[in-house]
């Protein structure tokens, strides 16, 4: 059976939900854009019915980023650069790398399947489809996501997750992926 479920959730709901939940709680997180992706994910495994720590973790997750990243590699340069290297959180140094992030929800979840994040600088739909793609070859369950750090309409970021499971073909997850992303754009606009 085919099964697709769709979560979106914004910083201030990952800190609440981080809160609620009794695995999130007793994680220290470094950095928000962490704490949104594990938070999003977690909460996407909830609305799925899949529980976790996964005993059989065979999912894929692919994330899309935007210029998130690029904020927690200013912050580590501007330490440096104001106060030397010893200025500089070695807790902050991981997350200059776009994958730690996505790393860090495969070991407290245990995903055992592939895990890659792709910098988004066009529609977070195109990358997706590209994504999706990864899916065809031998994935039967995977995560897509997109994290929106920034929106001119919005103060905070957001993460949109899409759970995605049993051998689609390409043009059923292209379409999954247009109606659940675009859905996002739309949303981000209100």
Do not use: W
Not at 8 to 30: C, E, G, M, Q, T
Not at 121 to 127: I, L, M, R, Y
Not at 138 to 145: D, F, N, S
């Amino acid at each position: 059976m085919k099964k697709t479920v769709r979560t979106i959730i914004s910083l201030s709901d990952a800190r609440r939900y981080a809160l609620a939940n009794p695995i999130l709680k007793s994680h220290r997180f470094v950095d928000d854009l962490e704490l949104l992706v594990v938070a999003g994910i977690a909460r996407l495994f909830d609305d799925a019915g899949i529980s976790y720590p996964l005993k059989h973790g065979d999912i894929s997750l692919y994330l899309g980023l935007d210029c998130g990243i690029e904020e927690i590699k200013n912050r580590f340069l501007r330490d440096i650069i104001n106060g030397g290297i010893s200025m500089a959180s070695p807790l902050l140094f991981p997350y200059t790398a776009p994958n730690t992030i996505a790393a860090r929800a495969t070991i407290l979840f245990g995903i055992q399947g592939e895990c890659l994040t792709f910098p988004v600088k066009n529609s977070p739909v195109d990358v997706l489809k590209y994504i999706s793609t990864f899916l065809i070859d031998g994935t039967e369950r995977g995560i897509l996501g997109y994290i929106n750090t920034y929106h001119e309409k919005r103060e905070e970021g957001t993460i949109t997750l899409a759970y995605i499971e049993d051998n689609y073909n390409l043009h059923d997850i292209e379409k999954t992926v247009c109606t659940i992303f675009m859905k996002n754009e739309d949303e981000n606009l209100r």
